[in-house]
């Protein structure tokens, strides 16, 4: 079974977001996933946009480029501050991350 298919979301778009207010500042989401993911100067972790730019807006989301998906969903799974959000694009439900069901 695909990552896709075990989230249910085959087909579907995906996008991330990183909630600053519970990020810890390990680093770990940069690690599995630089190309999606950059710490800041301010030590917080932040989602970057296709053109590989910082978004520090406030929950701020940047597609799931599919070669990448298993990256960030083991992001999302390692985080210790549990505060990286995936989720579909057409209703927004979160499919991995604290408020997953």
Not at 76 to 88: D, L, M, S, T, Y
Request: net charge negative; glycine share 8%.
């Amino acid at each position: 079974m695909s990552v896709q298919q075990e989230a249910g979301v085959d087909g579907d778009a995906l996008e991330v977001w990183i909630d600053q207010d519970l990020c810890t500042g390990d680093g770990i989401c940069a690690q599995y996933a630089p190309e999606v993911f950059e710490l800041d100067i301010d030590g917080l972790a932040y989602v970057k946009s296709p053109d590989d730019e910082l978004l520090q807006d406030k929950g701020a989301t940047t597609p799931v480029p599919l070669p990448l998906l298993t990256d960030v969903i083991d992001s999302a799974k390692e985080c210790p501050g549990e505060c990286i959000h995936v989720r579909r694009v057409s209703d927004r439900a979160e499919v991995y991350g604290p408020d997953a069901e």
